[in-house]
């Protein structure tokens, strides 16, 4: 069975007389989607009305931080513009509303896309918001900052005219100054010139200092050498009455007299070692008269380590020749390094006239007697 124009008429007569069937007419005739149209559009009538207060608030802040802060004028104003086309699109959302039985998908769509635009803007607005708030903060600061930095510029121009005075001052000491400097520059000039007087002067000096220096050295060793040799002389005579309680019979020669006697016995390495000793002394044993001993002396006025080292090995090469030699040195003083060394080698020490250390000596070199 059709339906025709007649019966669309009848229907309409029949819900004109019957409003409460149109409900159930829409139930079955609209969609779900068109049937919840309004609820939608309710909820979002509400959102725009809360968008609008918010946005009106949002006004009121700019207008009180209008003076304070252009660049947020500027934003706002931005913010307005963005308002305006986000209001225009509601008109035009409006619009499409109407023509909704053309297109209802294509408007469940945009309506979603609306929605989701209402919820960035209201995200946005708070940051904005959020923003404002901190903007007044900063401004405070900035205000507080302005305050201080003026106190500071009082102090400021405050210094400058004190530092101004003391330029003013300053200005004319160095006029002072430098009229003492002038003078002062006239007498370094005449200091120069005696300055370069006395390096001539103190270059004529050191040269004979030098000079002096090298005739006090060569005087030195002269010196030294004529010390040696007296000492050399003084124990040639008295070595025999310092060794007379040790010794008999004592005579004191140079290297070369008693060295002929054993010369074919001993290299020539050794002759020559031998000839440079100082002193050499040969005798009999007090205590063994029938046992002869060699000493190898050397002499100096400060008896040095090279003093000990010579006698002990210059008594050696005796010993390797068959004699009994004991070293021996004698002189003014003993070195500290010479002490050490005598610690360690036996040797006999002559000061002062006087003899120690013999009887280690004599221990610790002790050969078997020689014929004599």
């Known amino acids: 069975m059709s339906f025709t124009v007649e019966n669309f008429r009848d229907l309409i007569k029949l819900l004109e007389e019957h409003p409460e069937w149109r409900a159930e007419l829409r139930r079955l005739v609209l969609s779900e989607e068109l049937l919840t149209m309004p609820e939608r559009l309710d909820r979002l009538t509400r959102a725009v009305e809360q968008s609008d207060a918010r946005l009106a608030a949002v006004e009121a802040a700019l207008r009180e931080l209008a003076a304070a802060q252009a660049r947020t004028d500027a934003a706002l104003s931005r ?58 903060e900063r401004q405070e600061r900035t205000e507080a900052a302005l305050r201080e930095l003026a106190a500071r510029q009082a102090e400021t121009e405050a210094v400058l005219a004190r530092l101004a005075e003391r330029v003013e001052r300053l200005e004319e000491g160095q006029a002072a100054l430098s009229a003492r400097m002038d003078r002062v520059e006239a007498a370094l000039a005449e200091m120069a010139e005696r300055q370069a007087e ?18 006090h050295a060569t005087l030195r060793r002269e010196f030294d050498d004529l010390k040696g040799w007296t000492l050399e002389l003084r124990y040639e005579r008295r070595l025999p009455s310092i060794l007379g309680h040790v010794l008999r019979r004592a005579r004191v020669a140079t290297p070369v007299v008693f060295l002929e006697e054993i010369e074919d016995r001993i290299s020539e390495e050794a002759f020559e ?3 440079n000793a100082d002193l050499l002394v040969r005798g009999r044993l007090r205590d063994e008269p029938q046992r002869s001993v060699w000493l190898v002396v050397e002499v100096s006025s400060a008896i040095d380590p090279n003093d000990v080292a010579s006698a002990a090995r210059r008594a050696g090469l005796l ?9 021996v040195v004698a002189g003014a003083r003993v070195t500290a390094e010479a002490e050490a060394l005598l610690g360690t080698q036996p040797v006999v020490v002559i000061q002062d006239g006087a003899a120690s250390g013999w009887e280690q000596a004599l221990a610790h070199w002790e050969s078997p007697p020689a014929s004599a």
């Open 79 to 136: 913010l307005a513009e963005r308002q305006a086309e986000t209001e225009a699109a509601l008109a035009r959302l409006a619009e499409r509303v109407e023509r909704l039985e053309e297109g209802q998908a294509a408007l469940s769509a945009r309506m979603d896309r609306v929605e989701a635009a209402l919820a960035e803007l209201a995200a946005r607005q708070a940051e904005t918001e959020a923003a404002l708030t901190r903007l007044a």
């Open 273 to 275: 070692e031998l000839r």
């Open 198 to 215: 006395m390096a001539a002067a103190l270059a004529r000096l050191t040269e004979r200092v030098d000079q002096l220096a090298a005739s």
């Open 319 to 327: 010993r390797q020749a068959g004699e009994f030699a004991i070293p």
